[in-house]
Nanobody, 123 residues
Framework: QRQLVEAGGGLVQPGGSLRLSCATS????????IGWFRQLPGKGRESVSC????????TYTDSVKGRFTITRDNAKNTVYLKMNSLGPEDTAVYYC????????????????WGQGTQVTVSS
């Protein structure tokens, strides 16, 4: 069965950067749009970013625009989320997920999820 695995989370100082990765060892996912979601403490899971199968179209939620960059390397079956200028408000568990050919901001549209990786931004 296809699985997604996130990596790259950890503790970072305010203003710092992290790069998260989402990889699958299963079937290639070049046909799938891949989304990044996060769940803040006491909050539901929310969309952060999404990238289309070709990588030419990307989306970001307003709170991360200009700070986060999503990319994908289909040859490596890996999607990345580069996060710059991190603040405490970015502290969350970050998840990647696969959907169909079109990006969506809705959790219910994704049919495959990773286990999540914790990002903590603190001084």
């Amino acid at each position: 069965q296809r699985q997604l695995v996130e990596a790259g989370g950890g503790l970072v100082q305010p203003g710092g950067s992290l790069r998260l990765s989402c990889a699958t060892s299963g079937l290639p996912w070049k046909r799938d749009a891949i989304g990044w979601f996060r769940q803040l403490p006491g909050k539901g899971r929310e969309s952060v970013s999404c990238i289309m199968p070709t990588g030419t179209t990307v989306t970001y939620t307003d709170s991360v625009k200009g700070r986060f960059t999503i990319t994908r390397d289909n040859a490596k079956n890996t999607v990345y989320l580069k996060m710059n200028s991190l603040g405490p408000e970015d502290t969350a568990v970050y998840y990647c997920a696969a959907t169909g050919s079109y990006c969506s901001a809705y959790v219910s549209d994704y049919d495959l999820w990773g286990q999540g990786t914790q990002v903590t931004v603190s001084s």
